[in-house]
């Protein structure tokens, strides 16, 4: 149980293009998902708190009008990386939340690398 | 905000030999501290976990263990084997938000 799928698990973009990025949980209700963003040989750092039905909560530094996200259902979130340059290069994955609050399972995460 | 610190960033060992790797962190609030295996390129796996109200937790060759006096926890693996390679990310929960170290590099020599 509690798995967490991600789309596309990698894409290469044009730099000004945007791309969005789907996390489902497949098998249980996620009313809060979670999403991150990994630099090569770095640690996690939260970027946005998605909560079901409601806007999402931006950590401070991460600009909510580039990182647009969407959490329209139980099982679903999405990550929109807006006009993406190359510097927005890196490794998103979200998480979801089932049952207890607390522990968080990882999508398998999306390279993405802007040109 | 959380603050974890997380030592060491690599630890080499020998197979059959014991790993420790120990966190700090900075906030008395955070009540929730979870560790997390990542192989490269993959996702982040929980391991084990440890809740504020709990001293020491173990499964198998894993165990983990807090401090909440001193704000520090510590992961402990025994008999390690070379599926044991990969990095350990330790993180601490607030709000229900994780803050994570910076990891740690294990390799187990065979």
């Not at chain 1, 750092?45 to 401070?60: D, F, I, P, V, W």
């Not at chain 2, 960033?9 to 609030?29: F, N, R």
């Not at chain 2, 990542?38 to 996702?43: F, I, T």
């Amino acid at each position: 149980g509690a798995v967490v799928s991600q789309h596309p698990s990698w894409v290469i973009c044009k730099s000004g293009t945007s791309v969005k990025i789907e996390c489902r949980s497949l098998d249980f209700q996620a009313t809060t998902m979670f999403w991150y963003r990994q630099f090569p040989k770095q640690s996690l750092m939260l970027m946005a708190t998605s909560n079901e039905g409601s806007k999402a909560t931006y950590e401070q530094g991460v600009e909510k009008d580039k990182f647009l996200i969407n959490h329209a259902s139980l099982t679903l979130s999405t990550l929109t990386v807006t006009s993406a340059h190359p510097e927005d290069s890196s490794f998103y994955i979200c998480s979801a939340t089932s049952g207890s609050l607390e522990t968080q399972y990882f999508g398998p995460g999306t390279r993405l690398l802007v040109l | 905000g959380e603050n974890v610190e997380q030592h060491p960033s690599t630890l080499s060992v020998q197979e059959g030999d014991s790993a420790v790797i120990k966190c700090t962190y900075s906030d008395s609030a955070s009540n929730y501290f979870p560790w997390y295996k990542q192989e490269l390129g993959k996702r982040p796996q929980l391991i084990i976990d440890i809740r504020s109200n709990v001293g020491e937790k173990k499964d198998q060759r894993i165990a983990v263990t807090l401090n909440k006096t001193a704000k520090h926890f510590s992961l402990h693996i025994t008999e390690t084997q070379p599926e044991d390679s990969a990095v350990y990310f330790c993180a601490a929960s607030k709000d229900y938000k994780l803050s994570f170290g910076a990891g740690t590099t294990v390799t187990v020599r065979a």
